[in-house]
């Protein structure tokens, strides 16, 4: 029998970081010889380095851009004559690229969502979030199942940039001037940058060196994140991974470069048009700086209530660094934020239930 083929699609970097990567490392274990393609689609989300970090994971055979996914998708003969097993798996954007490599293929496709009204329409088995598992947490399972004993370190906080260039080229800058104003009150904050891999290493390069208050890192590191006394973050599937490493957070939502933020639905459409698009895009910031407060971290929505902190808005370094001092330096915050999230339950694991499904049913 030929190699089990499977084609996952992907968009963003929160899937293809905390997704993408746990679903091809259970996959690869339970069936070694299977060829795993990965289908990238257009994402408003995205970075544009998806391509190169899921070329790096460790057991995918090839990497479609979105450019090259619909080229693919259209390519003649379209649809395909079926020589091997196979499945399409779904890990978000828009599913209709996967029930058309499905149709392609003559593959069943299976999906993983965390929306629960997604509809199970033309899915041979949908796995939902709520009833499933958070794949989101699978490798933070099986880090904190294989961990090593924490290395004793000196207290510091940890700073996340974000995944998009225009998060990054803002806040880097803006987190270097309240790391500043914190080190004039406090010379022993000592303070971590973590430099998304979905920024480019060339970009990256440009700014280290640049800012001697801090130590700025381009490696991912969970151990670093663990071992963070407080981060400093905007809203993403980071917070999700601090929530269960039980690491205090404060979530910042910075309205000040509105050209770098993007919306859903109708709104992210009106945005986008030509010369009143900006205007637009102002007066939906406005309305958000002005509605009743909603939850934009992870642990808070899970929880329904705050839990961490969130602030948004026209926000200062001034402000920030104030803010960051009265958390990081008072140890009863910092201890009852961690007894709050260490209450919400661990994630159920989910991407080996998602891998012996696909295997079972089309090898039976």
């Not at 199970?120 to 880090?143: A, C, E, N, Q, W």
């Not at 130590?215 to 991912?220: A, C, K, N, V």
């Not at 404060?250 to 945005?271: H, Q, R, S, W």
Request: aromatic share 10%; proline share 9%; hydrophobic share 35%.
């Amino acid at each position: 029998m030929a190699p089990f083929s499977l084609l996952i699609q992907t968009n963003s970097p929160g899937e293809v970081s905390t997704w993408l990567r746990p679903v091809v490392t259970t996959f690869k274990s339970m069936s070694p010889d299977s060829t795993i393609n990965v289908f990238l689609t257009p994402c408003q989300y995205a970075s544009g380095k998806e391509a190169d970090v899921a070329r790096s994971i460790e057991g995918v055979t090839e990497v479609f851009t979105p450019r090259q996914t619909i080229k693919h998708i259209k390519t003649w003969p379209w649809k395909q004559k079926k020589n091997q097993n196979g499945a399409v798996l779904y890990l978000g954007g828009d599913p209709l690229y996967s029930h058309l490599l499905g149709l392609k293929y003559g593959y069943p496709v299976y999906g993983y969502t965390e929306h629960p009204t997604f509809s199970k329409r033309f899915f041979t088995h949908l796995f939902y979030k709520h009833i499933d598992g958070d794949l989101m947490g699978d490798r933070l399972l099986s880090y904190l199942n294989h961990e090593s004993k924490p290395i004793p370190t000196d207290p510091y906080c940890l700073f996340f940039t974000g995944s998009r260039l225009g998060h990054f080229q803002n806040l880097l800058p803006f987190y270097n001037d309240c790391i500043s104003i914190i080190q004039k009150q406090h010379p022993d904050f000592r303070a971590k940058i973590q430099i998304s891999p979905f920024i480019p290493a060339e970009i990256a390069a440009n700014y280290i060196g640049n800012f001697p208050d801090c130590d700025i890192y381009t490696d991912p590191s969970l151990d670093r994140l663990k071992n963070a006394k407080l981060l400093i973050t905007i809203p993403g599937s980071n917070t999700a991974e601090a929530m269960y490493l039980h690491v205090p957070m404060i979530v910042f939502i910075p309205l000040n470069n509105p050209e770098t933020l993007i919306f859903d639905g109708l709104p992210g459409l009106l945005a986008k048009l030509p010369y009143t698009g900006a205007l637009i895009q102002k007066s939906i910031i406005w309305y958000l700086s002005k509605r009743p407060r909603k939850n934009y971290a992870l642990p808070n929505i899970i929880a329904g209530k705050s839990i961490v902190p969130e602030k948004a808005g026209i926000l200062t370094a001034a402000e920030v660094a104030a803010d960051i001092i009265n958390l990081y330096y008072n140890q009863e915050k910092l201890a009852q934020i961690q007894t709050n999230l260490s209450s919400i339950p661990k994630p159920q694991p989910v991407s080996e239930k998602i891998c012996k499904k696909i295997l079972d049913v089309n090898q039976s």
